[in-house]
């Protein structure tokens, strides 16, 4: 079945450590974006990217980072430079081409910071 | 500036008691409007994209409406199982982002 996969489900980190969400997809989606959701809030862009080698920044992108070296993957780490990394991590993809423009969502990656 | 606003923030209803939820948008060139329902600790699930002034869309006991400045979304004789956080979203003609609103939380009660 095609969709989008993030893992981990749940990660723990220490304060001043780097970590790495994964997210791939196999939809053939060119267009990926990542989001962070706070209890209460809506959906805060964090990084987009329409093409392989790509990307943009969103609405808060400060102590994030990503890379898009394949199609399918659009793996995320947060720095240890983001002073509030505790939130729900939601990964996305589009098919720019298409006319109903719908972005489809993993299922989130809950990271919480010890 | 590009902005979308849900109200109300949180509803509670008893079974079988319809309502509807709003989402205002304010964006330059709509290509889409498209609503989402999100369970807890879940990704968002599509629901309806709504391209023009006047479009509505039905699914089970949802309905979703759209005009130039808002759309509705129609909950008819709600089940507890419609409990869930729902997220209204447009999508600009001129390039690929997204803005999301904040979501309606429902609760269902039997």
């Known amino acids: 079945d095609g969709g989008i996969t993030q893992s981990p489900k749940y990660l723990f980190r220490k304060e001043g450590q780097n970590v790495t969400l994964s997210c791939e997809q196999n939809l053939n989606h060119d267009a990926m974006y990542w989001y962070r959701q706070d209890p209460g809030q809506g959906l805060r862009l964090i990084y987009y990217?329409?093409?392989?080698?790509?990307?943009q920044k969103g609405d808060i992108a400060e102590g994030y980072s990503v890379s898009r070296e394949k199609k399918e993957s659009f793996p995320l780490t947060v720095t240890s430079a983001q002073k509030n990394p505790t939130a729900f991590y939601l990964c996305?993809?589009?098919?720019?081409?298409?006319?109903?423009?719908?972005?489809?969502f993993g299922e989130g990656s809950r990271l919480t910071v010890l | 500036e590009d902005q979308v606003t849900q109200s109300p923030e949180a509803l509670r209803l008893q079974e079988g008691e319809s309502s509807s939820l709003n989402c205002s948008y304010t964006?330059?060139?709509?290509?889409?409007l498209f609503w989402y329902r999100q369970d807890p600790g879940k990704g968002p699930e599509f629901l309806f994209t709504l391209y023009s002034a006047g479009e509505e869309k039905e699914k089970e006991r949802l309905k979703a409406t759209l005009t130039k400045k808002e759309s509705f979304l129609h909950i008819t004789a709600p089940k507890p199982e419609d409990s869930a956080t729902y997220l209204c979203a447009v999508l600009r003609k001129d390039f690929n982002k997204f803005y999301f609103g904040s979501g309606t939380k429902l609760n269902v009660k039997p």
């Open positions: 990217s329409q093409i392989v080698n790509d990307f």
């Open positions: 996305a993809s589009t098919n720019v081409g298409a006319r109903t423009g719908e972005l489809f």
């Open positions: 964006v330059s060139g709509l290509r889409g």
